[in-house]
């Protein structure tokens, strides 16, 4: 598995889209070609199911593993109407042979009970070649309404092993739910799994709402809304629905709220005489600072994970462009300088990279770029994309495309930070401004 | 015939609008009547009217892409404002400031709210009283044109003035 593992972190740190690899049959090679990499072939047959009422179960949950590998584009399942063995006991011995004979490199199988409302997933990952388990074997435990879950951490702790990157599939995401026509939009908060899974409301759509983001331990979802007639920055407790209105002021517009790292500091922007400004705000005493006074609009802001600086977009320049000062606030400096304008800066978790919006010549981008501006990568071009997430792990990022026209809708796309495996995000409706949550505990 | 129905339709809407409780009366929908300019049927409004503002004074007036400034058409239309709103003493109003969808939301937010405030510093400097005057920025949530190109883009790229309180609505 070694070097399984080696061949993955070539393909996911190859942030210049350089490196690839290519795993093939028979004993492993490793081969780099032009930036396509060959999925990983795995196999995982359903979970064996341990009690009479875990049978479902147990073939739900290996299916969330496989469909949570394979949207990665790292991994590829051999199906089961291909595999030879039947895996009958979880305890039985793996036949290494017959994994071998359909090319399935790596083996996941697993192990379902239930009693009463209590489900236990055990797990084991195998090395097929090398005929070796994987560290991950582990066992997780929760009420059966959280099967999913349970399966999303299988599936976190096999790509991790494989990558070498933490996983990120036992997270959610927010987002603002959209439905009727493009002159007539209702907009509503909305929360749900990172695939789509289990959505769930937060408001209803009678006021217009904006832009939501989690706190650094996911409990708490700021967002802007226009319950009063005026933009104003709501802070919503995810498991009470309780909701608390952070107020900049009688007649005063405040919107884009984030979280600083502390989850007790707000950054924002704050309009008055027609001109945005950042501000930060404490979220238990109220009281407000002035981060930025210049003339032209500044927006969008998102702290180092550091908590110590904030990107954030101006266009003081004469049109968009990112700048980076420190979170107390001070001079700014600017990153982007290519060609068109950018927005909407959200720094990676891991804090080395920084995506944003560009619109260039008509279009609309997704692209990521060093915290210095250097290295700068576009990963889509449509009509609309824009406000870029990060996945926790910093390897992925969900964002918003719009269709041109007068049925135009907005949707929740994915994309690797390579530019890779861009795919839709499921949604009941349309959907725009995702912020993903982080790895859930 | 269907222009001047078209006009008492908007008067009898209009007139809901006005007798609304609340002085401010937040308009979520951004004022989604009203074309501006003197349409057929407009001589038989009651110059003291919301529809007369909305159709004969002008209610809006539009932008260049991603810009705040008002163009000569635009100060002409306000001051029409200035003068109905120092003839009707008991209005108060909201402009609402709208941009088209070519631009990232909370940017346009900005954008919006720059372009009311545009509208209303004009209005003021002709001598309407700031406490008057509120302004709320919809960015681009709230267009009135559905097409993706200039047509609409030019027509959504707005600062609406909607009329709110007022004894005789």
Same mark, same amino acid.
């Given at each position: 598995m070694r070097k399984i593992l080696a061949a993955l972190l070539i393909g996911a740190s190859a942030l210049a889209g350089v490196g690839a690899v290519a795993a093939q049959t028979g004993p492993l090679r490793i081969e780099i070609d032009q930036g396509v990499i060959e999925p990983l072939p795995y196999a995982v047959p359903d979970f064996v199911p341990? +009690?009479? &009422? @875990?049978a479902e179960h147990a073939a739900q949950i290996a299916r969330v593993v496989a469909a949570d590998l394979s949207g990665t584009g790292l991994f590829r399942e051999v199906p089961a109407s291909a595999h030879i063995s039947k895996v009958t006991g979880f305890d039985n011995p793996v036949k290494y042979a017959d994994w071998k004979a359909v090319n399935a490199q790596a083996l996941i199988t697993g192990a379902v009970s239930v009693t009463g409302n209590r489900l236990t997933v055990r797990f084991r990952g195998y090395d097929v070649f090398a005929e070796k388990e994987l560290e991950s074997a582990l066992q997780f435990s929760g009420t059966t309404g959280g099967w999913r879950r349970m399966a999303h951490k299988v599936a976190d702790a096999i790509y991790s092993e494989i990558t070498g990157e933490s996983g990120y599939f036992d997270s959610r995401v927010v987002y603002v739910s959209e439905s009727g026509p493009k002159n007539d939009r209702r907009k509503r908060l909305a929360i749900m799994d990172?695939? !789509? @899974?289990n959505v769930q409301y937060l408001t209803n759509s009678a006021a217009l709402v904006l832009a939501p983001r989690f706190s650094p331990t996911g409990d708490r979802v700021l967002y802007t809304s226009y319950e009063s007639g005026f933009p104003q920055i709501h802070v919503l407790? %995810? *498991?009470?629905v309780q909701r608390k209105i952070l107020s900049s002021g009688d007649g005063i517009m405040s919107f884009a709220p984030r979280f600083a790292p502390d989850g007790r500091t707000v950054v924002y922007s704050q309009t008055q005489g027609g001109n945005t400004d950042l501000f930060s705000m404490d979220? !238990?005493? *109220?009281a407000k600072t002035r981060l930025t006074s210049a003339p032209s609009i500044e927006t969008a802001p998102s702290f180092s994970p550091d908590g110590s600086q904030v990107v954030f977009e101006s266009d003081r320049s004469g049109s968009q462009q990112l700048y980076v000062m420190p979170a107390s606030g001070g001079e700014a400096r600017r990153i982007s300088f290519g060609q068109g304008r950018y927005g909407t800066p959200v720094w990676s978790p891991r804090g080395d990279m920084i995506a944003f919006t560009k619109q260039n010549k008509g279009r609309f981008h997704i692209g990521v770029m060093r915290t210095d501006g250097s290295e700068e990568r576009l990963l889509t071009a449509s009509f609309l994309d824009e406000g870029p997430t990060w996945a926790p792990n910093g390897r992925v990022i969900m964002f918003t495309r719009e269709s041109q026209g007068s049925t135009g809708r907005a949707l929740l796309y994915s994309v690797d930070i390579t530019g890779r495996n861009l795919k839709p995000v499921r949604t009941p409706d349309g959907a725009s401004d995702p912020a993903w949550s982080p790895l859930q505990r | 015939m269907s222009g001047l129905k078209l006009a008492m339709a908007a008067v009898a809407v209009l007139g809901l609008t006005a007798c609304s409780s609340n002085p401010w009366n937040d308009d979520l929908n951004g004022g989604g009547a009203g074309a501006g300019g003197a349409g057929a049927g407009a001589g038989a409004l009651d110059p003291a009217s919301p529809a007369y503002f909305q159709q +004969? %004074? *002008?209610?809006r007036v539009l932008f260049a892409i991603d810009q705040s400034t008002l163009s000569p058409a635009a100060q002409a239309t306000l001051q029409g404002q200035s003068q109905w709103l120092a003839r009707n003493a008991d209005y108060v109003v909201t402009i609402e400031g709208h941009a088209d969808e070519q631009g990232t939301r909370e940017y346009n937010l900005g954008l919006g709210a720059k372009r009311a405030n545009a509208a209303r510093e004009y209005l003021m400097s002709q001598? %309407? @009283? *700031? &406490?008057r005057i509120k302004v709320v920025s919809f960015g681009k949530e709230r267009p009135l044109e559905i097409c993706s190109d200039e047509v609409c883009y030019s027509k959504n790229r707005r600062a609406v003035t909607v009329l709110a309180g007022g004894l005789t609505g």
């Open positions: 341990e +009690t009479p &009422s @875990a990172y695939d !789509g @899974a407790d %995810v *498991g009470q979220i !238990g005493t *109220g | +004969t %004074v *002008g209610d001598g %309407v @009283a *700031g &406490s």
